[in-house]
């Protein structure tokens, strides 16, 4: 992440049910970034958007 300030708008799955045992979610046209509920600071994994869509469209074929 850039020294300016993020602006990501992070999502937690609806299936979560309001707990923090669970991960977040924030996309951009570039890329894409996950992260933990419950240790927000503790690092973030991003990767490109296309590698994600090609991840999901995989799971979703399962």
């Keep these: 992440m850039s ?3 993020d602006t990501a708008i992070w999502r937690k799955s609806s299936r979560s049910g309001g707990q923090t045992n669970c991960v ?3 996309l951009d046209p570039a890329r894409a970034r996950v992260r933990d509920t ?3 600071d503790g690092g973030t994994l991003e990767v490109p958007f296309s590698v994600w869509r090609a991840f999901t469209a ?3 074929e399962q």
Excluded: C, I, P, T
């Design 38 to 40: 419950k240790d927000r």
């Design 3 to 5: 020294l300016q300030q």
């Design 58 to 60: 995989s799971v979703r």
């Design 24 to 26: 977040e979610l924030a």
